[in-house]
């Protein structure tokens, strides 16, 4: 798993053209790839902003009979 720390002291500038990580990405399991995704997601959109403004409606209706 994906240790959730971020070092914020730590800074890497890269140029994107250049930067080819495709081979590291490919030899990793398709299960650490989506907890790195979501590992991103977090970092950049907070642990449960989705749901934190979603809320969820539910309406009964009742069938009318002829």
């Given at each position: ?15 994107l ?50």
């Amino acid at each position: 798993m994906i240790e959730e720390k971020i070092q914020k002291n730590i800074i890497e500038v890269v140029d994107l053209h250049e930067a080819d990580d495709t081979a590291y990405w490919l030899k990793r399991s398709t299960a650490e790839r989506i907890e790195a995704i979501e590992f991103m997601r977090k970092v950049m959109f907070g642990h449960d902003r989705v749901s934190a403004r979603l809320q969820r409606v539910l309406e009964i209706a009742e069938l009318k009979t002829n």
